[in-house]
């Protein structure tokens, strides 16, 4: 059985000095049960957010918003898999925003996808279509081709692949406040994981978690998670308002408690 799982995407916003405090708050205020929750701080912030749930909220997981493709070397400004040791555990890769500001392909992300695998990070790869390319009726294959791009360099035989997360994001529903429907991000886990299954994952594909991700809201969750192949969100501008991560939590947690066949704690 698949987990419910919502991540936080903090992007670039936060500092180290509030950062930590903004992450008791959210963690405090989204403690139910059986639901992963991943918050995801810009580098900076990582260790302060660290001490402020290693003493608050251990259970919630830290990831980061981007690794480099290489473990060391001449690369100014970057930061490597290797280096977030004790500092993350997840890592966002492929986010859309780095498609298109850092010109990440997905033969990139690919390599990233190998290195953080092998540094024990838990990744959530992302994947999505432009608008243009939902109006043209190519959002499937581009989602596929984008699987088949970064998947298509990590060996079968590597173990840690059954850590990965796939978030469905379409671009055109980043940041905008206009969501996909729940219908369509459902069709598109099909596309996902067939893609997944084409690449070698075969008995995995089905166990991989796909999150939604696109103006998700704690108004909008609710469409997402009441599709059975969606395993939760990955949450933007919303993540960083902890009345908003409350009532997403809440509604995950009404999912993940159905998933377990246990009535929901409220
Ligand atoms: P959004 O961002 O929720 O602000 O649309 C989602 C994301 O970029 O991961």
């Given amino acids: 059985m698949r987990p419910v799982i919502i991540a936080a995407n903090w992007k670039m916003h936060t500092s180290p000095s509030d950062a930590g405090e903004l992450a008791r708050t959210i963690a405090a ?11 995801c701080p810009p580098f ?7 001490e402020a749930l290693a003493a608050s909220d251990p259970e919630v997981a830290i990831g980061a918003q981007n690794v480099h493709h290489e473990l060391a ?7 490597s898999a290797p280096m977030l ?23 990139l992300i690919g390599r990233k996808l190998g290195r953080a695998l092998s540094a024990g990070l838990r990744p959530i790869v992302c994947v999505g279509e432009q608008l243009q390319d939902r109006e043209a009726g190519r959002a499937d294959a581009v989602v596929r ?53 084409a690449q070698g994952f075969v008995a995995e594909a089905e166990d991989v978690p796909v999150l939604y991700g696109g103006s998700v809201t704690s108004a909008n969750i609710g469409e997402f998670l009441g599709e059975p192949s969606i395993d939760g969100a990955l949450v933007g501008g919303a993540s960083l308002k902890p009345d908003e991560m409350a009532g997403i939590v809440a509604r995950a947690a ?4 159905a998933r377990l066949g246990q009535p929901a704690a409220r």
């Fill in 29 to 39: 205020r989204t403690r139910e049960p059986h639901v992963v929750r991943v918050i």
């Fill in 44 to 50: 900076l912030c990582l260790a302060a957010v660290g």
């Fill in 73 to 79: 070397g001449a690369y100014t400004g970057e930061v």
């Fill in 85 to 107: 040791e004790g500092l993350a555990t997840w890592v966002i890769l492929g986010h859309s925003e780095r498609r298109r500001d850092a010109g990440e392909t997905d033969e």
């Fill in 145 to 197: 081709n984008q699987i088949e791009g970064i998947f298509r360099a990590l060996e079968a035989g590597n173990e840690a692949r059954s850590t990965v997360v796939i978030a469905y994001e379409p671009v055109w529903a980043i940041g905008t406040g206009r969501n996909a429907s729940g219908a369509d991000a459902a069709a598109m886990t099909g596309v996902i994981r067939a893609g997944l299954a």
């Fill in 254 to 257: 009404i999912t993940a408690a």
